[in-house]
């Protein structure tokens, strides 16, 4: 067994579910290329079948895609990167800082309060003054009736 030759050579099986993983693997990736310009775009030849192309232009900050449609047209779009804004350090108040403002809004609120009570005692006492001055109708006097 060991010294005698093998005249029959088998080929190692081949799983059939790894070729079908590969196959759907190698569908699924892009196509297209990097490109410097919106003209190598133009230029670039793609396939009929309708599929996306993707061309990333980095130097630009932007994405072009091609694809033929159903018309036999190609159609051509741009999307440039939209920069978002970073939001600005948030500022922090130091304790300090917070107390010497509450008692400042303290202070307002009681200075307010006392001529809220100012204003109102003076408009009371208008009033009880102005009382006096008027005088009621007098009521009719009732006669006595005897029968």
């Known amino acids: 067994m060991y010294g005698q030759p093998n005249y029959f050579y088998q080929q190692p099986q081949q799983v059939r579910g790894v070729d079908f993983m590969q196959a759907q693997y190698q569908n699924t990736g892009l196509k297209g290329r990097p490109v410097s310009s919106i003209e190598e775009v133009r230029a670039a ?24 449609s159903a018309t036999g047209s190609a159609i051509l779009n741009k999307y440039n990167l939209q920069e978002e804004s970073q939001p600005a350090f948030p500022t922090y108040v130091t304790k300090e800082e917070f107390d010497t ?47």
């Open 45 to 68: 030849q793609i396939d009929f079948d309708g599929s996306l192309f993707v061309f990333p232009d980095i130097a630009n900050k932007c994405i072009y895609t091609k694809q033929i």
């Open 101 to 147: 403002i509450i008692s400042q809004l303290k202070t307002a609120i009681e200075s307010k309060d006392a001529l809220i009570m100012q204003l109102t005692q003076s408009q009371v006492m208008q009033q009880q003054a102005q009382l006096p001055q008027e005088q009621p109708a007098a009521a009719p006097k009732k006669e006595v009736l005897n029968f």
